[in-house]
């Protein structure tokens, strides 16, 4: 079978203009993880069930499983690596230290990159809203309680309201 074309294309990632040269098949996912290794966005089912693979698109979380690469063609993308770091860690990073939001992390990057998201639109959410807002996010690990804590708490901590 002859070789598909490659495709120009360009976006940036975490505020950084990348242009990448990639096969029309070729995932979003597989994109960053692969070319430029940014492997913080995992890759769970590969089919649009899990949501591990979460990346904000212009600021709404998209699994980037279910997008070639080609897609995201002058779109602004934030992967985990964008949300925070060690050094600078988000709000929703610091919670889920501070009340043990996860067990062995392969949800964690999709899980947060989701909230970030919804905690803008939703600035004081309710369990129920945390809960609904992840029902997209599959975690085998931790039965989910900790989780809406810690969104509850990265909430508060955003508001500022409670150091
Ligand atoms: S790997 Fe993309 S939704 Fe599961
Ligand atoms: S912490 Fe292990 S899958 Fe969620």
Redesign the pocket.
Known sequence: MSELKQHDVAFTVNGKAETLSVSPRTSL?DALRDTLGLTGTH????H??????TVLLDGKPV?S??LFAVQAEGAAITTIEGIGDAQSPHPLQRAFNECHGLHCGFCTPGMIVTLSAFLKEHPQPTSADVREAISGNLCMCTGYQNIVRSALRAAELIEGAKP
């Open positions: 996912a890759i769970g089912c590969e649009g069930v899990c949501g591990a693979c699994r499983c279910l």
